[in-house]
């Protein structure tokens, strides 16, 4: 019985959408002050990238850490039918109903969150999620990898 | 006296607006058909690249054809200050006071009017400008060279 | 009745293909000289990238020169459904009919006949067909426009 | 004596190459319904990209960690040589006679062994190897770190 | 007797070399108002992206415009040997002995009658030649058709 | 009390620099050797990317680890004001009064202590620098997280 080696594999998708920085536990200037023109009550826009990072054991008869049709798959009903064509503040319940600022290291926490429950509810391990990627734009990228200020997560 | 050569030159901006596409002229069921996901009425938004290019001849004392510093002051009045953070369907007179769908067809369009106003405002020859080109994601680009269907423009 | 802009639309896709470049106009030699590793029988392949370029006036009451999504329906049909996943030599009529090279010029000449018909056959007007990009690698790329050495095509 | 700083250089490479995911292992059927348009028989292929991440301490006299000179040596010597414009299930012995599945999982264990073997045959230290990360197209991307699953490898 | 397909193929190549943006027209206070940082003495650098467009009919044996083998020596002879890891300003003869502003206007008129010249030196139709296109940042780009103020050039 | 998400978010910059690959403990000869054309003494140059990436907390409130603004002053201060449009090993007193070779590796070094000091002087929390990644060219690529080949540095 041989060893399997360990392989990372990512997606890349993308989505794009509308949104505005203002946090409900800022009064409007410090909103204006530390939000600048991300605060602009119209809202403004991204196209966002999402790299979605699976780690686990390549399985020897198929050559796969997870078939990529099952992972796009996930993808979609977790991240892309949520974000994509959509605005962030209005019409996702993870951010509107808990007033959470949509800056893009929370985009990568939903993210994360989201598809580990997916992953689950389709019946996959959900330790295979090993980290989530978000660039905002060419310029600015966030990375959560499920670890927490007093340990690592899930 | 000996002959210039002309050269095409071009600048890449970047800019970040929400829209949605609806057009008045349509029934909303209509609007829904065409547009689909992209008459979403919370909006949604994308991260534009934008490419202007001048095309002139290259002075023989600078080597340049224009100083990149002036292009770049004039991209920024003319394009980056009403459309980059902002909601193009909303706060951009020229799409909304005129009922103009949002399209990056129609983008770049504006772009091209708005900046050979500029250069001329700011004292430059308008027939620099040869052609305007909109990015709308990685997919779709846009390209306006001041054609109308009727003969060639301005 | 106001003139309306002509606007270029680029769309981008990709496909991945095997081949083999060999010309049966030429002897083993000759083809091991000219496309040298290219000419390896047991073939090597590409991420090709493709774009397809449309000229046209834009819609006074939908800002669009064609429906992207129509546009994406006539490139499936046209190119990615015979050449995506596949090895362009063996599976191609266009190529392997003919004992044509399977070069990338040939390559965007396929593509723009191609889509050419399928544009009418969909009733759409051909002639809103202006070029054809084809991407072979990051540093090799073909244009056609229906071009010919007599004269200017289509 | 002072410590020197540790840093990780990554070279990267392209190649391109026809490859059939085909597995001896599983029925006709299942080779379809698991790699779909992946198990067309007549093959597809890739411009492949390969990264290659060496791990080691900068030498203070020259200020690298590797001469670039020697790891392009080493990587054109490793993999280049065998998978370049090559079919890779016909060709590459570590596939054929071992009835691997060429998934990009695989390509990247196969370059991370060959690279290893390399820099050892040519009397550098295969600790330096870290990371081979391989792009089978724009967005799905392998990892290999030389972990396996009961334990971090090489 | 057929028609031949007229295709445009363009090969990228890199180079990385110093420069200095100053006049000898100009006075030291000039230069420095009109090129600002770029005029800096000790000169600053770039990574230069060259693109060289051929505009020829399709070889109906070879399936090529040209041979990519060919073009590539080409460029090498012409552009490459001269400006890759040099001093623009200092080493290169065109530049230093006419006391021409390195600019990237410039740059791309040099590489224009070099591969030309390189061209018709190799026994290759020199009329092959169409666009080139230098790229000076990610940001900023030239073209050069060989068009002079007074006409249409070569 | 709850968890706060950690997250890593990256900025991207780049700047233009000339540089000479040329080391004090080496004789012309091993120079030569060992760097061949980077070690042309006229210079060459590059536009290097760079890449910081902080490791922190989600701030509750903001929802942000540090803000952008920030960052983009820290690293202006840190690197940018100091290597681009320059000479590196002119200009730069880390590498100049050292006698450092400007080896990409060596920059990468350099961006992280300055970073880390400027972070301090600016009143932020050194320890959310987590690595510098700086590319050469599109093909090279180094990374410094801090370590030193006796431990973990800073």
Redesign the interface.
Known sequence: MS????????????F????R?H?F??SDAENQR?F???N?P??????YVLYVTLRG??N??????M???DLKRVIQAAVLQHL????ID??VAWFRDHQ????T??V??FAWESIASELAAQGFDQSLLHEIRVDE?????????G?????I?H
Do not use: W
């Open positions: 060893k399997q080696p360990i392989v990372y594999m990512t997606r890349r998708e993308t794009s959408s509308a949104h920085l946090s536990e800022l530390i600048a023109k991300c602009n119209h809202s403004h826009g991204h196209n054991a390549v020897a008869a198929t050559g796969m850490v078939n990529l049709v994509d064509h959509r605005n209005v019409e959470r600022v949509s800056t290291e929370n990568a926490v734009t060419e310029n600015n990228s966030f990375v959560f990898r670890e927490t200020d007093v340990g997560g």
